[in-house]
């Protein structure tokens, strides 16, 4: 099984981004976290992150063929990009939406998805956790189809 982790804008600085919001774990500790997760459920993961909307949605048109399913984290660009949610309705690949904060408890700008109805679910609110939440239910529902 082959699933693609796609993760938007500003997530690169994590760790000293906002640390009271994301908190201190950096991006490379989270993937070093889902890889060793994937590697026990014997998941071949791809990593991307990019802070360019255009290369957001280049990545997502890059999953037919190649993922299985993925998981989302698209930052900012939950919130704003049609450019995104129409790549995803052109691949049709099974993904699961996450967030590190609870997007719910936010701004009210930022209590919208954009993606969030042709996702399979979506996991908010877990900090580094929602990645291992968010591998586990989509590996879950690809093995079960």
Do not use: C
Not at 37 to 46: I, K, P, S
């Amino acid at each position: 099984m082959r699933i693609s982790v796609l993760n938007g804008p500003n997530l690169n600085l994590l760790g000293q981004r906002e640390p009271e919001v994301y908190g201190r774990t950096t991006l490379a500790e989270i993937e070093a976290m889902v890889r060793e997760a994937a590697r026990g459920d014997g998941v071949e993961l791809a990593w991307f992150q990019t802070n360019h909307e255009g290369a957001m949605v280049d990545a997502v048109q890059g999953l037919r063929g190649t993922a299985d399913g993925a998981l989302i984290n698209a930052a900012a660009l939950t919130h704003s990009s049609l450019a995104l949610r129409d790549a995803l309705l052109a691949v049709r690949v099974p993904f699961v939406e996450l967030h590190l904060s609870n997007i719910f408890a936010r701004e009210p700008e930022r209590r919208h998805s954009k993606i969030a109805d042709l996702a399979l679910g979506v996991v908010t609110g877990f900090g580094p956790q929602s990645y291992l939440l968010a591998l586990q239910a989509l590996v879950g529902r690809l093995r079960a189809a």
